[in-house]
């Protein structure tokens, strides 16, 4: 009877509610396996809870800044400027600019009004459809009377300025139909001392003279050429090399062909004595 009255006073629980202290004795054991655990286990347990991460290096971001930089390091090749666009024949304005641009921080403005080429004294340019020796015939008409009346040593009729020995050689080769039997000299360094074109000069009389700007300087300022009786200079202008480079394209024989300018043909440009044609 007792023991129904306690039962009554506290009813049993359902058969499918676990007790609290299984909960407990249920948990116990997965803490004790946890505990037992080496590190082994835990390090894969750990990776196979946590999803792979992928990485990605960030590039850095091109500024305008740095795509300038690359720019102005690219130097454009002539090569390249000629593929986009033809070639274009020399002009005087050409040979203008460039000497006021070498001479425009060196000097004051008297000195570059004293050395600027007046419009007279230049004569048609090559527009490239033009021989050697048929552009030398339509600037100067009157060459055979030159020829005949010029019998002073020292001196050339014509001054042919070019960029180098082999070139030098090839424009008296294409001369052939102008100069007829006028006698030619070769006026560059190459294989001839200066001496002996001095001894030529001063024992000879040459019409035509063809070379580089650096040996006729070195002539005139050794007084083994004389531009008095000098009519026509030529500059071998519009020429190209194997690199595609003009005359005064290469720094060395600009510097000399300005230097050769400044040195005399200037005044006697500006002086109505000399013409001055490019090729």
Not at 56 to 69: A, C, D, G, N
Not at 146 to 155: C, D, I, L, T
Not at 254 to 261: G, R, S
């Amino acid at each position: 009877m007792l023991a129904e009255k306690v039962t009554a006073c506290f009813p049993q629980k359902p058969a499918d509610l676990p007790d609290a202290s299984d909960d407990e004795a249920i948990e116990k054991p997965s803490d004790e396996t946890a505990t037992h655990q080496g590190p082994d286990s835990k390090l894969a347990v750990t990776k196979k809870r946590k999803k792979p991460m992928e990485c990605f290096l960030s590039q850095p971001e091109e500024t305008p800044e740095s795509t300038l930089k690359a720019k102005k390091r690219k130097k454009k090749k002539i090569s390249d400027v000629l593929e986009k666009s033809p070639p274009k024949p020399g002009v005087p304005e050409d040979l203008q600019n460039l000497l006021s641009q070498h001479f425009g921080t060196k000097r004051s403005v008297i000195e570059i009004e004293e050395l600027k080429l007046p419009d007279s004294c230049f004569l048609p340019a090559n527009d490239l459809t033009h021989s050697f020796s048929s552009y030398l015939k339509e600037i100067c008409p009157k060459w055979a009377k030159f020829r005949k009346n010029h019998e002073e040593k020292k001196s050339v009729v014509m001054l042919v300025i070019c960029s180098s020995a082999l070139r030098s050689l090839e424009l008296i080769k294409s001369m052939t139909a102008f100069k007829g039997d006028c006698r030619v000299l070769k006026l560059f360094a190459k294989h001839i001392k200066i001496k002996e074109q001095m001894n030529m000069l001063e024992k000879g009389v040459f019409h035509i003279g063809v070379g580089t700007p650096g040996r006729i300087k070195a002539l005139v300022e050794q007084d083994g050429l004389c531009l008095n009786s000098t009519k026509y200079i030529i500059l071998d202008w519009n020429w190209r090399d194997q690199k595609l480079r003009r005359m005064m394209d290469i720094p060395e024989i600009k510097k000399e062909t300005i230097d050769l300018l400044e040195l005399r043909i200037i005044k006697l440009c500006r002086e109505g004595s000399v013409k001055l044609g490019l090729f």
